[in-house]
């Protein structure tokens, strides 16, 4: 069975024999810009502390890091959209195992800057069963110092492919998270992180279970 990584390039190489050469251009050129502009320096790393945030489920319910960390250890993933392929296989995969990262005493939330009338799109679409929240404007992930424009470039190919980002998130910026996961222990300290300007990279679901088996044996202990 393909790992997540394996799977993303397999989605990349059948993307790109649909796309015009073009737009494989834009694209390039914006995915080139994104690698050699965009740095995660500046994004929270292991030992930092999560800042706590309250915001929209579809259903219109607020969800806070704080009340969910009260239950157990948090799986946070930040996502670009449900425009984005990668995104919609990294979900799918993280729906996969989410019995198992429940078993090991943990939730899992999934944050993105579309409306919560997208996010609820982009829930029903992949069937997903964890939370999944609108970051209008970004203002959390800016917290998590994940934000960047989107690229000239890339904001072409969105045009091209007819992805009114705008739209979309409510908001004409043009700004998008990194994808990014943290694992976070229930007094707001990241143990576990994995930030990557390459958006075509997401977190392993085996890697985020392995962070929350040595948690839970480090708690045994």
């Given at each position: ?18 796309f ?21 320096q ?29 239950k ?17 296989l ?14 090991l ?7 993105s ?6 996010s ?36 072409q ?16 910026s ?6 990014a ?41």
């Amino acid at each position: 069975m393909m790992n997540l990584q394996q799977q993303s390039e397999q989605l990349l190489q059948e993307l790109l024999t649909q796309f015009s050469p073009d737009l494989v251009h834009d694209i390039d050129i914006g995915f080139t810009e994104i690698i050699t502009s965009v740095l995660d320096q500046n994004a929270l790393q292991e030992g930092d502390r999560a800042p706590d945030f309250a915001l929209p489920n579809p259903n219109g319910q607020t969800v806070s890091l704080e009340n969910k960390l009260k239950k157990g250890t948090v799986v946070l993933t930040f996502y670009r959209g449900g425009w984005c392929p990668f995104c919609n296989l990294q979900l799918r995969a993280y729906q996969q195992v989410l019995n198992e990262i429940k078993y090991l005493g943990a939730s899992l939330i999934a944050i993105s800057p579309e409306t919560p009338d997208n996010s609820l799109n982009t829930k029903e679409k992949n069937e997903l069963e964890f939370e999944v929240l609108s970051d209008r404007g970004n203002e959390v992930a800016q917290q998590y110092g994940l934000v960047f424009v989107t690229p000239k470039a890339h904001q072409q190919a969105h045009h091209e492919l007819n992805i009114p980002l705008p739209a979309i998130n409510g908001d004409d910026s043009w700004t998008i998270p990194i994808p990014a996961t943290y694992v976070i222990d229930t007094d707001s300290t990241i143990i576990w992180t994995h930030t990557d300007p390459n958006y075509r990279l997401r977190a392993e679901p085996e890697a985020i279970l392995n962070a929350l088996q040595t948690l839970k044996k480090a708690d045994v202990k």
